[in-house]
């Protein structure tokens, strides 16, 4: 791009919603650390000791969140053996040390912010959450159920400073009808792709609420309330010593016609070897990407409308219409993708005739020893969108 050409003002107004989002964030942790604190292991129930069940005792503080207006739960160091789903009320702060391993032992999600008779609707479901440290250990293929955190219905959200681990299908964390939620400090280790059955699954995924087919956990209205205001950043998405990489570290594989998950900020982040996309921007606008590091992975940046395939173009009435959604603002600056290729183009931009993508911005990426294609780009409503 020439240095003369200026971006358009929305890039602006997005550099202002992400200091926005930060402010959130800090307004959320000094509310949530002066909340009512309870030391874990002081319960009869939590002995994190690695053979008793601890799932029924951490609920019961978890459950302490309703009557005391919000809660902060300390776990020590230990090994918490979790034989059910724990539940997340309003106003939670679940902070575990850094030698603190939470292990899966049953076929279900480890983390919800709904139950099952909810009717969670808009963003008005159980927010005001942060979940910080800690090893998260989906303990596959000893234990199934695929997605580890499910997040729907909510805002105000800080995942930061804990490592999940050694997953089988589905997510480590599904965003689901979220928005003001900061996704930071993290590791995503080790995937099994169910032999071959997976390779599209997202280690985080943002979805929309959208049907049960999408979101079969119950507890959630599908009113097609998208993802707004993401921030991940300062990630690691890679391999275990025991499994492979995830299907794609970041994205989405569903769609509703005109909805869109928007103001998306993805930075600073390291992916390694994904046996797909590293990033997947499916049907999002108003997104950066900027300073992520993609190493050996199968494609790079991918920036996709939803498919015209009679499902992911239907609307909120379940209705086909036939096109996909138009997509626009994308700045896609300071990547460094390095290796890999095998799967897809290092960047792609994909639009078409009747929904091209406009205003998007490519600058200063770096691709180097990469088999697939470095940049492509089809279906853009102008030169500028071009610009490179």
């Known amino acids: 791009m020439d240095k003369e050409q200026k971006l358009p003002a929305v890039f602006s107004q997005l550099a202002e919603k992400l200091r926005d989002i930060s402010r959130t964030s800090n307004h959320l942790d000094e509310k949530l650390k002066s909340a009512y604190t309870i030391v874990a292991t002081d319960h009869p129930l939590v002995r994190a000791d690695g053979r008793h069940d601890d799932a029924k005792g951490i609920q019961q503080l978890l459950n302490l969140a309703d009557r005391k207006k919000g809660i902060h739960i300390v776990f020590p160091?230990?090994?918490?053996?979790?034989?059910?789903?724990?539940?997340?009320?309003?106003?939670?702060?679940?902070?575990?040390?850094?030698?603190?391993?939470?292990?899966?032992?049953?076929?279900?999600?480890?983390?919800?912010?709904?139950?099952?008779?909810?009717?969670?609707?808009?963003?008005?479901?159980?927010?005001?959450?942060?979940?910080?440290?800690?090893?998260?250990?989906?303990?596959?293929?000893?234990?199934?159920?695929?997605?580890?955190?499910?997040?729907?219905?909510?805002?105000?959200?800080?995942?930061?400073?804990?490592?999940?681990?050694?997953?089988?299908?589905?997510?480590?964390?599904?965003?689901n009808a979220v928005r003001h939620i900061e996704v930071r400090h993290c590791q995503f280790l080790g995937y099994d792709d169910r032999g071959g059955k997976r390779t599209y699954s997202e280690a985080i995924q943002l979805d929309l609420a959208k049907a049960r087919r999408v979101f079969p956990w119950g507890g959630s209205v599908f009113d097609q309330t998208t993802c707004q205001d993401i921030w991940v950043h300062h990630n690691s998405f890679g391999p275990s010593e025991t499994k492979g990489s995830w299907g794609r570290a970041i994205g989405s594989h569903s769609a509703t016609a005109d909805r869109w998950h928007e103001r998306i900020f993805v930075t600073d982040n390291v992916m390694k070897e994904t046996l797909q996309w590293a990033v997947r921007a499916y049907s999002w606008r108003n997104v950066v990407l900027y300073n992520n590091r993609i190493e050996s992975c199968g494609g790079g940046i991918a920036i996709h409308p939803n498919h015209v395939d009679g499902r992911n173009d239907t609307d909120s009435k379940n209705r086909p219409t036939g096109r996909s959604n138009p997509i626009k603002n994308f700045l896609v600056i300071q990547n460094t993708i390095c290796g890999g290729g095998n799967y897809a183009s290092a960047i792609r931009l994909k639009g078409d005739e009747?929904?091209?993508?406009?205003?998007?911005?490519?600058?200063g990426n770096h691709v180097e020893s990469y088999t697939g294609r470095g940049v492509l780009v089809t279906g853009t409503a102008d030169e500028r969108s071009r610009s490179f």
């Open 77 to 175: 160091p230990g090994l918490y053996t979790l034989r059910r789903p724990l539940r997340l009320k309003p106003n939670t702060f679940f902070e575990a040390d850094d030698n603190s391993i939470f292990r899966k032992k049953h076929h279900g999600p480890m983390l919800l912010n709904l139950r099952r008779r909810n009717r969670m609707r808009a963003y008005r479901g159980n927010g005001n959450l942060i979940i910080r440290g800690g090893t998260w250990d989906t303990n596959y293929p000893a234990y199934r159920g695929g997605t580890s955190f499910v997040l729907a219905h909510a805002e105000n959200v800080i995942i930061e400073q804990l490592r999940l681990v050694e997953h089988g299908g589905g997510h480590a964390i599904e965003l």
């Open 354 to 363: 009747q929904s091209p993508i406009t205003g998007a911005y490519l600058r």
